[in-house]
């Protein structure tokens, strides 16, 4: 990279780099225009290369090939196009008749014959150099097969599976407001707490945004002790250590493994050399339109934003995990560019009243510098 170059790369590498990279790298270097044409034929390689495919949707793949390819030839020289540009238009026809690309390409293949010239140790004689070391891995998957039960030595199974992960333990005492968000939060995202949840509502949507999220905590823990009260009852230990709160001391982590992810905290980043705080989360917000508006709508919305601590809340029988973000306010930090980007303004924090989500709910994101203003 220090002569701005790639080299040593595989097909499957520039086909990489083509997708993701690409669309990305060229904002702010290339004319309008051309970044446009690019980027959509970018989109068009992205989504025919996707492992699931909608048949609905490849007729739109085609018309907008089409247009991409017209797009080409009027910012590009005729010197750019030979054959291999003009079959990209018999692509999205060929899914249609054959099925996605990935069941049918020769990246597997490839990789595969790249281990079989691994092999080769003598280059008089490669064929037995491939049969020997073939047979000798056959027999140590065989063996490891054999001993799959069996714990391994030096790794720990949390980090193989990458679930799970804590990294950088302590317990700490934090202010009872803040907990009781967190509390709060659990609370409305439990499954076995939707009909409380429900009955609490019931006084309105104007009722909600002033008094819910201050008295539900206390009236649930009322309304779960009433119950307990009663001869025969069907409150689970969950709906009872849920209504207890939890233990004022949190289990604070730098990093957490969950969901497929390793998510650190933001100040664990500032010390890294990767990054691993970005987070989303879909979640439904109810919209009003001003201030006197008594007919407020639900809808569902993606939020974009970094964690900044993580927190094990301990309800003595069961844990629960949630992340602490510092949000992004959607109306003026998140819009999505005439390419498609969503473009992410951390700067613009939204509110800072509703802080935590659930970890087992959380997506990881990563945050690109915009080439264009440097953000």
Request: aromatic letters at 10%; one cysteine or more; charged letters at 25%.
């Amino acid at each position: 990279m220090k002569d701005s170059r790639l080299i040593n790369l595989k097909s499957h590498d520039c086909h990489t780099l083509m997708q993701q990279l690409l669309p990305v790298a060229i904002r702010g270097l290339l004319p309008k225009q051309v970044c446009t044409v690019i980027v959509r034929l970018c989109y068009f390689f992205n989504a025919i290369c996707s492992k699931v495919i909608d048949p609905i949707k490849i007729d739109e793949l085609q018309e907008e090939v089409v247009v991409t390819l017209c797009l080409l030839e009027k910012y590009f020289p005729p010197a750019f196009f030979d054959v291999m540009v003009h079959l990209i238009v018999h692509l999205a026809r060929e899914i249609k008749l054959c099925g996605p690309v990935w069941l049918r390409w020769m990246y597997p293949m490839e990789r595969y014959m790249k281990i079989l010239k691994g092999y080769v140790r003598n280059r008089s004689r490669p064929e037995g150099c491939i049969i020997e070391c073939y047979v000798a891995e056959e027999a140590v998957e065989f063996c490891s097969e054999y001993l799959e039960s069996t714990p391994t030595i030096g790794i720990p199974k949390s980090l193989e599976s990458r679930q799970n992960v804590r990294m950088g333990f302590k317990v700490t005492p934090v202010e009872y407001k803040m907990l009781c968000e967190a509390h709060f939060y659990v609370l409305q995202n439990t499954p076995e707490v939707d009909c409380y949840r429900l009955e609490h509502l019931t006084r309105g949507e104007k009722w909600l945004q002033a008094e819910h999220r201050r008295c539900f905590i206390r009236w649930v823990r009322q309304r779960i002790e009433t119950e307990l009260a009663k001869p025969e009852h069907c409150i689970t230990q969950t709906l009872r250590w849920l209504a207890n709160e939890p233990r004022r001391d949190v289990i604070r982590y730098s990093g957490y493994g969950i969901n497929g992810y390793t998510f650190h905290t933001r100040e664990h980043d500032l010390r890294s050399t990767t990054q691993n705080s970005g987070v989303t989360v879909e979640g439904e917000s109810l919209h009003v339109s001003s201030a006197k508006d008594k007919n407020p709508v639900y809808a569902n919305m993606s939020y974009y934003g970094v964690i900044e601590d993580i927190w094990e809340l301990n309800y003595t029988s069961f844990k629960v995990a949630v992340f602490r973000c510092k949000w992004v306010n959607n109306k003026t930090g998140v819009k999505v560019d005439e390419n498609g980007f969503i473009l992410v303004d951390l700067n613009k924090e939204g509110d800072s009243s509703d802080q935590f989500i659930m970890a087992s709910q959380a997506k990881q994101v990563f945050y690109v510098s915009n080439p264009n203003d440097g953000r």
